[in-house]
């Protein structure tokens, strides 16, 4: 397109709330055709809840959700900040955190009022060597509605099953659905769990899930999209969600996610409305089509 035409889209653009940072990235749109979402904080508000808890053993609720929020008092992650709220909520009294560490894409492994407390899903309890079959049903039970089920263990043994439910954005349906006419095969990809993950999917109409992805392993995700021949967009919130957005052809981050995912990127969408997404794509046909 001319500079003329790139600084007129451009313009247009911020006037939708999408922040174009260059000229290529507008000219790049339209030539996408393959479109990569991730789960939690761009198809989802980013904002989950707690809806319930199973204790294992002898655990209380509340005292167990008390070890689990001082733990998760640290986090950055979404999962942990609503784990917090939770506490808050219940107006719990939360013990001091002696250690604290978070590892991608897995959870947390922290010391809390003297205890080791682990706190995230299967893959960090089996590297850790915990036992959570007692909780396997009420994990499958979560998932299979959308929930995140977050297991958290002390000194070895499962504690809890924590339920996290996070809510799509209103749009994500019609914004998948106009991808799709505009011809964009759409994906899904998360570090979450499958069944929660196909949930998802299944609720905004995305056919093509990839789950259980480690945050390195979604630019390889990437990677082998482009290396099939697709040009690939890729929208994302999270620090984890950065390699990806810098492997794809268009970076589309959250406007409000971090400042990480926004670096990453070659648009930004303000508001975080996806339907920011649809209209790029539309704009820069157009624009180009305009110089024809
Ligand atoms: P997503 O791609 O959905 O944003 P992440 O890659 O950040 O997910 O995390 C993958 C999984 O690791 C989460 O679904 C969760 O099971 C677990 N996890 C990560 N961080 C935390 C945390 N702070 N508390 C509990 N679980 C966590
Ligand atoms: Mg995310």
Known sequence: ATPTAVMVGTGKAAELGILIGNGEALEQ????SAIVLDKTGTITTGRPALTDITPAGEWAPDHILALVAAAERGSEHP?????V???RDRRLELPPVQHFEALPGHGLRTVVAGHTVLIGNPALMAAHGVDISSLATAATTAARTG???????VDGQAAALLGVADTVRPEAVEAVAQLKALGLQVWMV???????ATAVAAAVGIDH????VLPAQKAEQIAALQAQGHIVAMAGDGINDAPALAQSDLGIAIGTGTDVAIAASDITLIGGDLNGIVSAVALSR???????
């Open 29 to 32: 749109a339209r030539r996408v």
């Open 190 to 196: 998360t570090g979450d769990n499958a069944d929660t």
């Open 286 to 292: 157009r624009t180009v089509a305009t110089i024809k």
């Open 85 to 87: 709220a939770a506490a």
């Open 209 to 212: 899930v990839l789950a259980e």
């Open 147 to 153: 929930s995140t089920p977050v297991f958290a263990a």
């Open 79 to 83: 999962l942990g900040e609503a784990l």
